[in-house]
T-cell receptor
Framework: NAGVTQTPKFRVLKTGQSMTLLCAQD?????MYWYRQDPGMGLRLIHY???????AKGEVPDGYNVSRLKKQNFLLGLESAAPSQTSVYFC?????????????FGPGTRLTVL | GQQLNQSPQSMFIQEGEDVSMNCTSS?????WLWYKQDPGEGPVLLIA?????ELTSNGRLTAQFGITRKDSFLNISASIPSDVGIYFC?????????FGAGTRLTVKP
């Protein structure tokens, strides 16, 4: 099992450019999450999905869109990148059974917007 | 939304020393989780607490779920260099998770 993988690992964008971050998990998990991590802020939830074809907003959803067309993939899109979106992005997944089940995190994507 | 306040923000300790950090909330949590993040990696779950007053150990790590359900503590005994990293507390909030800002631990050999 590869667990949770993220593509790409690093990316530099210019303001206004768009890009998509890909998260893939091979554990057949129902729930998937996208977080951003900024210095001194911990992890903040952007969007999440409780199953294929469903998505929901988290704590800081503005400027991002997501799609969950396949159960194993969760895509995070930035339509028009801004410097405020410079951050490290983490994807996570977990089973559906209870809210206390462990979230498994990917290695992160470091995004810089100039 | 529910906010988790974690302290201290950072700690610099000597190898072999014990470490204590805590997390508080203005709201009640039914579960407390402690994660560790190594440099360049995603967070990994260390300990999960499910009951108020619960004390749980994982090797040199011990965590407690506060009686009021508004706080939790993590202790690391006899620290070693590989304990370096950022420690996060977290609590489920419906379908998502809220995280503290983290405690950055540095261990000097």
């Amino acid at each position: 099992n590869a667990g949770v993988t993220q593509t790409p690992k690093f990316r530099v964008l210019k303001t206004g450019q768009s890009m998509t971050l890909l998260c893939a998990q091979d554990m057949n998990h129902e729930y998937m999450y996208w977080y951003r991590q900024d210095p001194g802020m911990g992890l903040r939830l952007i969007h999440y999905s409780v199953g294929e074809g469903t998505t929901a907003k988290g704590e800081v959803p503005d400027g991002y869109n997501v799609s969950r067309l396949k159960k194993q993939n969760f895509l995070l899109g930035l339509e028009s990148a801004a410097p405020s979106q410079t951050s490290v992005y983490f994807c996570a997944s977990r089973e559906k059974r209870t809210s206390t089940d462990t979230q498994y995190f990917g290695p992160g994507t470091r995004l810089t917007v100039l | 939304g529910q906010q988790l306040n974690q302290s201290p923000q950072s700690m610099f300790i000597q190898e072999g020393e014990d470490v204590s950090m805590n997390c508080t909330s203005s709201s009640i949590f039914n579960t407390w989780l402690w994660y560790k993040q190594d440099p360049g990696e995603g967070p990994v779950l260390l300990i999960a607490l499910y009951k108020a007053g619960e004390l749980t150990s994982n090797g040199r790590l011990t965590a407690q779920f506060g009686i009021t359900r508004k706080d939790s503590f993590l202790n690391i005994s006899a620290s070693i260099p590989s304990d370096v990293g950022i420690y996060f507390c977290a609590g489920p909030n419906n379908n998502d998770m809220r995280f503290g800002a983290g405690t950055r631990l540095t261990v000097k050999p």
